[in-house]
């Protein structure tokens, strides 16, 4: 199961291949939801905005659709120097793709060119969120 924020509701990729919407947490809590057609569905998702990202399963490639009521991808992003699982991801408000695969990597989301990789003592991370920093804006 993966899950992401989508407008005020949440969005929880269930296996296998369904995705569903639900308007807020109290609907998820009781179970209802609006499933959402895709014929491609993986196993890991994220989202920013309205654009939904998945990952392919075992594969170092992310679907990208530009809504998530949208049933192709208008594009792919191949992560570059890559492979393995992906045990989560995130991508951020200024372009970047973060995955959590044993160690963090981290991509430009437009092109997949990989700008850096962190390898943690602590082993995989199962969620990524990114949030902006309020002492940066200061």
């Known amino acids: ?6 407008g005020d509701g949440l969005l929880m990729m ?3 291949s369904s995705l569903h919407f639900f308007e807020s947490f ?11 057609h895709t014929p491609h569905v993986g196993e890991i998702m994220t989202t920013n905005g ?3 990202y998945v990952a392919e399963d075992d594969s170092s490639r992310i679907l990208v659709f530009a809504s998530v009521l949208d049933t192709e991808p208008t594009s792919t992003i191949h992560l570059e120097d890559f492979a393995g699982d992906i045990d989560a991801m995130a991508v ?14 981290v991509f430009d989301s437009q092109t997949g060119a990989k700008l850096w990789q962190i390898r943690p003592g602590w082993g995989s991370a199962q969620s990524v969120t990114c ?7 200061q």
């Open 1 to 6: 199961t993966s899950i992401a924020p989508h």
């Open 50 to 52: 309205d654009t939904l």
């Open 92 to 105: 951020t408000d200024d372009g970047l793709l973060i995955v959590s695969a044993v160690s963090l990597h």
């Open 26 to 36: 109290e609907e998820a809590i009781s179970g209802v939801s609006t499933e959402i």
């Open 14 to 16: 269930f296996q296998p």
């Open 131 to 137: 949030i902006t920093n309020p002492a940066a804006s």
